[in-house]
């Protein structure tokens, strides 16, 4: 059964860090890339990060506080948030993509049910 499970989450001040984990069961990270969305209130889901295999891309006004990796685990990708902003609250997503990572949502067919950050003084 493909699972993936979100972790990680809270409720941080301004310029604190966050690390989410996708815990992933079921199938294999070497033919699926994992993405990290997010989705504030009000606002169209977006892609933040993903990575296929070894290769780490992350959104471009994205770069430089958010980090994308494979955890020791093998089975756990991990989204490292650094210097968080209050932007920056929303229910963030892991989800599974056959082969690369081609920052097409339409191409993420797995979902899990999400973890609530939220950023505030």
């Known amino acids: 059964q493909v699972q993936l499970v979100e972790s990680g989450g809270g409720s941080v001040q301004p310029g604190g860090s966050l690390r989410l984990s996708c815990e992933t069961s079921g199938f294999s990270l070497n033919m699926y890339a994992i993405g990290w969305f997010r989705q504030a209130p009000g606002k169209e889901r977006e892609l933040v990060s993903c990575l296929w295999k070894t290769e780490a891309s992350v959104a471009d006004d994205k770069k430089g506080r958010f980090t994308i990796s494979r955890d020791n685990a093998e089975n756990t990708v991990v989204l490292q948030i650094n210097n968080l902003r209050p932007e920056d609250t929303a229910v963030y997503y892991c989800?599974?993509?056959?082969?690369?990572?081609?920052?097409?949502?339409?191409?993420?067919?797995?979902w899990g049910r999400g973890t609530q950050v939220t950023v505030s003084a």
């Open positions: 989800a599974r993509a056959w082969g690369s990572c081609l920052w097409d949502q339409r191409d993420f067919d797995s």
